[in-house]
T-cell receptor
Framework: DTGVSQDPRHKITKRGQNVTFRCDPI?????LYWYRQTLGQGPEFLTY????????KSRLLSDRFSAERPKGSFSTLEIQRTEQGDSAMYLC????????????FGDGTRLSIL | RKEVEQDPGPFNVPEGATVAFNCTYS??????FFWYRQDCRKEPKLLMS???SGNEDGRFTAQLNRASQYISLLIRDSKLSDSATYLC???????????FGPGTRLSVLP
C-alpha cells in the first residue's frame, strides 16, 4: 500500500497523559499536513511541513501540541498533558510540491481522552 | 463570517435524482477549490478539483463562480453509494493551509 499511513488507528488515554502519533506520507510527496476533525465538522488545519520545514501553524495549535518531520519523510504529532477537548480524529495528509494540488489523506488516528 | 460555508443538510433524495450543493467562501484571493467525499468514520477522499471553466467527471459536475464566491457540485442520477458527506475545500494561496467547509450530508434513498 503506497498511500498515507497513520499509527495508531485508535488511542485511548487518561487526561493529563502525553500522546504521540505518527504519519508516513506518500513517498514522493514533499508536503505534509496535520488536521483535527470532530464530529459534524470538516477537518481543521493544524500545521504543515514542506520537507522538514514547518512552514505554518494554526492558532488552534496550543503550546501543548508539537509536530516534527525531522528527515522530511515521516512526521510525528505530540500532544502533552491531554485534555478532554483533545478528543478528536487526527488526520494526516500529503501532497506534491507542485502548485496547489489535492491532498491525500491517511485513515486518521482517533484519540479518546477519558 | 466563516471562511467556507456549506449547508450541512442532510439532503435526502431518491435514487436517480439530481442533487446540487453550494459552498461559499469569504476570501476573494482564494485560488484553488476542491470537492472531497467523506464516508462515515473514514478519511476524506478527493472527488474532484474545481476549475474556472467548470468540469465534469461522469455524473459529477463542479462549477466555480468567482464573482459570487461560490462553488457548486451537481450529482446526476444519484446512486445509493453516493451517500456520504461532501466537503468543500478552498486554498487561498500557494502552500498555505487548506480550509475545509463543515460538509454537506447526502443520503440517497432506495
Amino acid at each position: 500500500d503506497t498511500g498515507v499511513s497513520q499509527d495508531p488507528r485508535h488511542k485511548i488515554t487518561k487526561r493529563g497523559q502525553n500522546v504521540t502519533f505518527r504519519c508516513d506520507p506518500i513517498s514522493e510527496h514533499n508536503r505534509l499536513y496535520w488536521y483535527r476533525q470532530t464530529l459534524g465538522q470538516g477537518p481543521e488545519f493544524l500545521t504543515y511541513f514542506q520537507n522538514e520545514a514547518q512552514l505554518e501553524k494554526s492558532r488552534l495549535l496550543s503550546d501543548r501540541f508539537s509536530a516534527e518531520r525531522p528527515k522530511g519523510s515521516f512526521s510525528t504529532l505530540e500532544i502533552q498533558r491531554t485534555e478532554q477537548g483533545d478528543s478528536a480524529m487526527y488526520l494526516c495528509a500529503s501532497s506534491l510540491d507542485r502548485g496547489i494540488g489535492p491532498q491525500h489523506f491517511g485513515d486518521g488516528t482517533r484519540l479518546s481522552i477519558l | 463570517r466563516k471562511e467556507v460555508e456549506q449547508d450541512p443538510g442532510p439532503f435526502n433524495v431518491p435514487e436517480g435524482a439530481t442533487v446540487a450543493f453550494n459552498c461559499t467562501y469569504s476570501n476573494s484571493a482564494s485560488q484553488s477549490f476542491f470537492w472531497y467525499r467523506q464516508d462515515c468514520r473514514k478519511e476524506p477522499k478527493l472527488l474532484m478539483s474545481v476549475y474556472s471553466s467548470g468540469n465534469e467527471d461522469g455524473r459529477f459536475t463542479a462549477q466555480l463562480n468567482r464573482a459570487s464566491q461560490y462553488i457548486s457540485l451537481l450529482i446526476r442520477d444519484s446512486k445509493l453509494s453516493d451517500s456520504a458527506t461532501y466537503l468543500c475545500v478552498v486554498n487561498i494561496g500557494y502552500g498555505q493551509n487548506f480550509v475545509f467547509g463543515p460538509g454537506t450530508r447526502l443520503s440517497v434513498l432506495p
